[in-house]
């Protein structure tokens, strides 16, 4: 399974929305990115994906995006060969 990295916040609804999905999905380890609590990850968020929002998730090398974009690639079948590599 790809290795799975999320920027993220505590108290974020769409994160852990996100996360419930990925975990349903077969994902035990989820690297998270808890930029509240990293600032400097926050701009470093924002370099690698050019966006401000989080969640932003990673599958491998390939920039998912949020949670919309998520539950998107889930519903038209590419969320678990993404994962499978």
Do not use: W
């Amino acid at each position: 399974m790809q290795k799975v990295v999320m920027y993220s916040k505590d108290y974020c609804p769409y994160c852990a929305r996100a996360e419930a999905l990925l975990r349903q999905r077969g994902v035990t380890d989820i690297e998270k990115i808890q930029i509240d609590r990293e600032p400097a990850q926050r701009d470093a968020m924002i370099e690698r994906t050019g966006r401000r929002t989080v969640p932003q998730i990673f599958i491998g090398d390939t920039h998912v995006g949020g949670c919309d974009d998520l539950q998107a690639l889930d519903r038209a079948g590419g969320l678990l060969p993404l994962l499978n590599g």
